[in-house]
């Protein structure tokens, strides 16, 4: 049995979203920038695309600007209020300690540009709360932006708190909304969002295609120059069967959102509860406030890559963290972040589930990580050095 179980990373394309992308590769194939009636065919789909998805997020669809996925669109969102904000002497930014690497990576740049950036601490609950950004908040912060759920320990932030807060302080708020779209429940203007990014990929979608949500009245600067494509906002011709395939999965994903959450929840309780018999172990993030697909475990005295290598060998496919980082041998900066040490965080293991998860195979994984944590174990000289005593367990 081969068990995908690595969907954070990315997903499987649904048949819904191949069959919605197929007619604009070779039948509806013209640029949507063209007058000619060929051009403007395509034209309308990409508009019919456009309020698809504002209608998922509960926004205008003049307020949803196509991308090539989640990283530009932070990038875009986070340049945007920090150099609109200098103009007003605004050089503050706050953000969090366990972001995507698309924003810490951007934030590290506009620091080096002379912007002051203040991450909120994730220690406490693995989690942030909206009083650590009020209380953050400051007469010359330009920008909160904090992730809706983060990709590696599942944790889901207090994202309709925060909106308040910021809304109450005039300050924009941006999320990374990557992991959240397509499987929580997102309402932009309820929240107080004043800009979201998401990606196509993490919900059944193609990859290399994602938006970006920017309320109206919210000025934004190029990331792209060029042509006039996206009211003059991102330049390049649409991807316009990428766009239609993404339209269609999220608004499938939307549409079955309640059925699909009640599924992979399940089946995340029982990885956990599975999980967790295995002696010096930890869970990894919110516990209550949590992603219904993740489960993110530290195991003491064994290292994520050898688990990996073995688990694969097994028919399990998983994760240690983020696909981004994976050819890192560093300790995730999100384990670090929430104050796992250096050797606990190295024995990392993400599983990310989807609705085509069965629960036969949660029971096989549950079967074989158990085995494989036991063998490399039996191997591993750090683990002896804590079992006869000359080391301590953290765990």
Same mark, same amino acid.
């Given at each position: 049995?081969?068990?995908?179980?690595?969907?954070?990373?990315?997903?499987?394309?649904?048949?819904?979203?191949? +069959?919605?992308?197929?007619p604009?590769?070779?039948? =509806?194939?013209?640029?949507?920038?063209?007058?000619?009636?060929?051009?403007?065919?395509?034209? &309308?789909?990409?508009?019919?695309?456009?309020?698809?998805?504002?209608?998922?997020? #509960?926004? &205008? $669809?003049?307020?949803?600007?196509?991308?090539? #996925?989640?990283?530009?669109?932070?990038?875009?969102? =986070?340049?945007?209020?920090?150099?609109? !904000?200098?103009?007003?002497?605004?050089? @503050?930014? =706050?953000?969090?300690?366990?972001?995507?690497?698309?924003?810490?990576?951007?934030?590290?740049?506009?620091?080096?540009?002379?912007?002051?950036?203040?991450?909120?601490?994730?220690?406490?609950?693995?989690?942030?709360?909206?009083?650590?950004?009020?209380?953050?908040?400051?007469?010359?912060?330009?920008?909160?932006?904090?992730?809706?759920?983060?990709?590696?320990?599942?944790?889901?932030?207090?994202?309709? &708190? =925060?909106?308040a %807060?910021?809304?109450?302080?005039? *300050?924009?708020? @941006?999320?990374?909304?990557?992991?959240?779209?397509?499987?929580?429940?997102?309402?932009?203007?309820?929240?107080?969002?004043?800009?979201?990014?998401?990606?196509?990929?993490?919900?059944?979608?193609?990859?290399? *295609?994602?938006?970006?949500?920017?309320?109206?009245?919210?000025?934004?600067?190029?990331?792209?120059? !060029?042509?006039?494509?996206? /009211?003059?906002?991102?330049?390049?011709?649409?991807?316009?069967?990428?766009?239609?395939?993404?339209?269609?999965?999220?608004?499938d994903?939307? #549409?079955?959102?309640? +059925?699909?959450?009640?599924?992979?929840?399940?089946m995340?309780?029982?990885?956990?509860?599975?999980?967790?018999?295995?002696?010096?172990?930890?869970?990894?993030?919110?516990?209550?406030?949590?992603? $219904?697909?993740? %489960?993110?475990?530290?195991?003491?005295?064994?290292? #994520?890559?050898?688990?990996?290598?073995?688990?694969d060998?097994?028919g *399990?496919?998983a994760?240690?963290?983020?696909?981004?980082?994976?050819?890192?041998?560093?300790?995730?900066?999100?384990?670090?972040?929430?104050?796992?040490? @250096?050797?606990?965080a190295?024995?990392?293991?993400?599983?990310?589930?989807? +609705?085509?998860?069965? $629960?036969? &195979?949660?029971? @096989?994984?549950?079967?074989?990580?158990?085995?494989?944590?036991?063998?490399?174990?039996?191997?591993?000289? %750090?683990? /002896?050095?804590?079992q006869?005593?000359?080391?301590?367990?953290?765990?």
């Amino acid at each position: 049995m081969q068990v995908y179980a690595d969907n954070a990373a990315t997903t499987q394309m649904s048949a819904v979203a191949l +069959e919605a992308m197929l007619p604009y590769f070779n039948k =509806i194939y013209g640029n949507p920038s063209s007058l000619h009636s060929v051009g403007q065919e395509a034209k &309308e789909a990409l508009e019919d695309a456009r309020a698809r998805v504002a209608k998922c997020l #509960g926004c &205008e $669809p003049r307020e949803i600007i196509f991308t090539s #996925g989640g990283s530009e669109a932070d990038n875009q969102a =986070i340049r945007s209020a920090a150099y609109y !904000g200098a103009r007003k002497n605004k050089k @503050h930014i =706050i953000s969090t300690a366990f972001e995507h690497h698309a924003v810490l990576h951007t934030l590290e740049k506009l620091e080096k540009e002379g912007f002051e950036v203040t991450l909120l601490d994730v220690s406490q609950g693995h989690n942030i709360t909206a009083q650590q950004v009020k209380d953050a908040i400051r007469a010359d912060t330009c920008l909160v932006t904090t992730m809706y759920a983060n990709n590696e320990i599942g944790s889901v932030l207090p994202i309709g &708190e =925060i909106g308040a %807060v910021c809304k109450e302080a005039g *300050v924009p708020f @941006h999320t990374d909304a990557v992991q959240a779209a397509g499987h929580l429940q997102i309402d932009v203007k309820a929240q107080n969002i004043d800009m979201l990014s998401l990606s196509g990929h993490k919900f059944h979608g193609p990859k290399g *295609v994602g938006a970006l949500y920017v309320r109206r009245g919210i000025p934004l600067v190029n990331v792209i120059e !060029g042509g006039a494509q996206e /009211r003059g906002k991102r330049a390049g011709t649409e991807n316009i069967p990428a766009i239609m395939g993404m339209a269609a999965a999220l608004e499938d994903a939307c #549409g079955h959102l309640q +059925e699909n959450m009640a599924k992979v929840t399940a089946m995340r309780e029982r990885l956990i509860e599975g999980l967790s018999q295995i002696p010096h172990c930890a869970l990894n993030g919110d516990r209550e406030n949590r992603l $219904p697909n993740n %489960v993110s475990f530290c195991f003491e005295g064994i290292e #994520g890559e050898s688990l990996l290598l073995l688990l694969d060998m097994k028919g *399990v496919c998983a994760s240690s963290g983020s696909a981004c980082t994976s050819g890192s041998l560093d300790p995730s900066h999100v384990l670090l972040a929430i104050g796992r040490v @250096h050797d606990v965080a190295h024995g990392s293991l993400r599983l990310s589930l989807s +609705e085509y998860n069965t $629960p036969e &195979e949660v029971e @096989h994984i549950l079967t074989v990580v158990p085995e494989v944590v036991a063998y490399l174990r039996s191997i591993s000289p %750090v683990w /002896r050095d804590l079992q006869t005593g000359k080391r301590q367990y953290i765990l």
